[in-house]
């Protein structure tokens, strides 16, 4: 280098020629990228609830990242598409998100809305995840609400408070985070009061019934669940089901048949 000017065959300013040209291409296949998704939007038909797909954005996730090519890390695909979805959304509707329960620690659940919903998203405390729920449940059209997943340990049964008729509109429409082995509970839970049922592959879901007499596992054998107990405040218990079920699927009603009360699909997800 002479005079603070590097030799024009200098390999290192070659090397960071060439990312500056990435980085305009980048530049330019994101803007490309938002424009079409406003496209969609524009050509579809207006629809009521949130502009949110949370089944359909996981199993594009999981395509990109099983298609991602080294040395990109599959958190990395996650972090930058979540990234632009949550750009996407944002030109639809601002979208409020409310933690609840984060008392013991504030931060955790805060990061993992953050990750989930993009650095620009507004999020509230509740303090508590009925209150959470509560806001949710008042704002269908904007605003989602973060809480502990329901059967974790160590954060209270605060679930059997699902069972409400204040929360009945509510679903649990996703899980954070999104990476996780199948067999892993989850760290927290979205719901939202305006319907968003995609499938995504692989899915769980949730449901939730008063089984006063013990009867859940004869009750899912014979309505071709495979499931199991995960909590239970008696006589509510909440219930782990492989597989997508649709809030009105027949199957769910048919439980009641076999000795269950007040069965409630209370929403799938899925992670990658």
Request: with cysteine.
């Amino acid at each position: 280098m002479t005079n603070g000017v590097p030799p024009a065959d200098d390999p290192i300013d070659s090397i960071r020629r060439e990312i500056d040209s990435v980085d305009q291409n980048l530049l330019s296949l994101f803007a490309q990228r938002l424009s079409l998704a406003e496209r969609l939007v524009s050509a579809k038909a207006p629809q009521a609830g949130l502009p949110i797909r949370p089944g359909r954005e996981v199993a594009m996730l999981r395509r990109l990242i099983g298609e991602a090519p080294a040395p990109l890390e599959r958190e990395l695909v996650l972090e930058l598409w979540r990234a632009l979805i949550s750009a996407s959304v944002r030109r639809q509707r601002i979208i409020d998100v409310v933690v609840g329960g984060s008392r013991s620690d504030p931060s955790r659940l805060f990061d993992a809305a953050r990750r989930h919903f993009g650095a620009r998203t507004r999020i509230h405390n509740a303090g508590e995840p009925q209150a959470a729920l509560q806001r949710a449940a008042e704002n269908p059209q904007t605003c989602v609400a973060v809480t502990p997943w329901p059967a974790a340990p160590g954060v209270g049964a605060w679930w059997p408070a699902l069972t409400e008729r204040r929360f009945a509109d509510l679903h649990l429409i996703a899980a954070l985070p999104l990476i996780g082995a199948g067999t892993d509970d989850p760290e927290a839970a979205v719901f939202a009061a305006s319907s968003t049922e995609d499938a995504g592959g692989g899915d769980v879901t949730l449901l939730m019934a008063f089984d006063p007499h013990h009867r859940l596992q004869r009750a899912l054998n014979e309505n071709g669940f495979t499931g199991k107990e995960i909590s239970r405040a008696e006589p509510r218990v909440l219930v782990r089901v492989e597989g997508f079920v649709a809030i009105d699927d027949p199957r769910a009603g048919a439980l009641t048949r076999s000795g269950l009360d007040s069965v409630r699909v209370l929403g799938s997800y899925a992670r990658i």
